[in-house]
């Protein structure tokens, strides 16, 4: 795999900006965001000009207890392949919980939450992981997550997870120092610590992002400039080996083009420090490059674990690891979306702010997909929407949960404005509907009660 060099991350908000910045040698851009038949114009003059992209998933959910499916394993590989990506990426977490391994309903988070860091866990993830990269056309690094709680009872740290994983799969390690950072303030664990522990060897790449704190509560929000802890633990990762690449992540509130270049040039600089002190150090890394800049060059790839060493004992140990940690993860998100009892050893009040944060998580992706609902209800989307997600899990995706939250509106005869509950049900008709319906009416409805509301 060739060296990746400097990064951001692709959102169609910056297309246009990401496009004339000097210096970006690659992007990364959210595989369930692009149709392999039909992908953006932007990525394809990237590609043109030479610039890598890196597909990177959410929604695999490989620390859950199921199997992987096969249809988002397979969509995955398409984009790969699409795209001519050298690898993939996705995240050590779980994204839903319950259905037939559990007897109890199925239950989709919305959002990446962590997985125990025990032996159960480890195994499931393990064998997940196995499955995906017989699956993928490329090479697979998974990310560690920011989380909000602690599971009880863990048995490894985050070091140690990340480092068995690595020496029982050969899967490389997307690492995220903003992650690592949220880690430290919500769950008291040392960065420096993680880092020690890693395979560095194995890092395929590493993410920079920024947050914000609210109430002793780090909030991974992506929305935010960069903080100087976050790049101190960069300069810390960059003194202990040459990452390979190095990517800005936004995803909300983007600054002008000028001041994300700003932020970019701040990260090369904290890279450029670690190496610095690594060389003061006399524990400079083999060769001079620097591992961000243009791209080229070559990075070590660990080897896959022969095919044999995967042994039946292992597998069988996966198997009944599995309904262990289906149960624990079932219980744990229906306490965070469908108002059940928080299980016994978790901190109350952290599993709340995780269980507001998924019902703002959600309103807020629903009103990207279906953008006509906050025009259509105004002020009263937001509220309206938490007052519904409070009593109504997500089960189906978020397209599914914007049909579900118009239909309870509906129901309920809501809104109390007859146009805006006109166009609602005009919105909800077209959708709904075995085929399309007057999609021009929806939008000319809304903009007519949009405009009243304005006047």
């Not at 194995?202 to 609210?214: D, L, M, S």
């Not at 243009?294 to 060493?309: C, D, F, Q």
Request: charged share 25%; with cysteine; glycine share 10%.
């Amino acid at each position: 795999m060739r060296r990746l060099g400097t990064g951001i991350g692709w959102r169609p908000e910056i297309a246009d900006a990401v496009e004339r910045m000097p210096g970006i040698d690659w992007v990364e851009v959210v595989a369930e965001n692009v149709c392999p038949g039909h992908l953006p114009a932007s990525l394809l003059r990237l590609r043109e000009r030479g610039a890598t992209v890196v597909p990177h998933g959410v929604s695999l959910g490989l620390g859950g207890a199921d199997r992987p499916d096969e249809g988002r394993l397979t969509a995955l590989a398409e984009r790969a392949e699409a795209l001519g990506a050298p690898l993939v990426t996705e995240h050590i977490a779980f994204v839903r919980a319950g259905g037939p391994l559990t007897a109890s309903p199925r239950l989709e988070a919305g959002h990446l939450l962590p997985v125990p860091r025990t032996r159960d866990a480890l195994d499931v993830l393990c064998e997940n992981v196995r499955i995906a990269q017989d699956s993928l056309p490329v090479p697979l690094a998974l990310e560690n997550i920011a989380a909000l709680f602690s599971w009880p009872g863990e048995e490894l740290t985050e070091g140690q997870f990340l480092s068995e994983l690595v020496e029982r799969t050969g899967v490389r390690l997307l690492i995220d120092v903003a992650n690592l950072h949220t880690n430290h303030v919500n769950r008291g664990e040392d960065p420096a610590e993680a880092l020690a522990a890693l395979p560095v060897e194995a890092i395929a790449y590493v993410h920079v992002a920024g947050g914000f704190e609210r109430d002793g509560v780090w909030h991974d929000s992506h929305a935010h400039p960069v903080p100087r802890p976050v790049l101190d633990i960069l300069t810390d990762l960059a003194s202990r080996t040459a990452p390979p690449g190095v990517l800005l992540e936004r995803d909300e509130n983007f600054p002008e083009p000028a001041e994300l270049e700003r932020e970019l040039a701040v990260i090369r600089e904290a890279v450029t420090a670690g190496h610095g002190r690594a060389h003061g150090a006399a524990r400079a890394v083999a060769g001079t490059d620097t591992g961000v800049g243009s791209a080229g060059g070559g990075v070590a790839v660990l080897a896959r674990p022969a095919a044999e060493a995967r042994s039946a004992a292992e597998a069988r140990s996966a198997v009944g690891a599995r309904g262990r940690v289906g149960v624990a993860q079932a219980a744990v998100l229906s306490s965070l979306v469908a108002g059940t009892p928080v299980p016994e050893g978790f901190d109350r009040v952290r599993m709340g702010v995780q269980a507001r944060a998924l019902a703002a998580k959600r309103a807020d992706v629903v009103a990207k997909v279906a953008p006509e609902l906050p025009v259509i209800l105004g002020d009263g989307y937001r509220g309206a929407f938490l007052e519904y997600a409070r009593v109504r899990p997500m089960s189906g995706g978020y397209r599914r949960d914007a049909l579900d939250f118009a239909g309870r509106l509906l129901e309920a005869g809501r809104p109390e404005d007859a146009g805006a509950r006109r166009a609602l049900r005009e919105w909800w008709l077209d959708r709904a509907g075995p085929a399309p319906r007057h999609a021009g009416r929806v939008a000319q409805v809304a903009r007519r009660v949009l405009l009243r509301n304005r006047g």
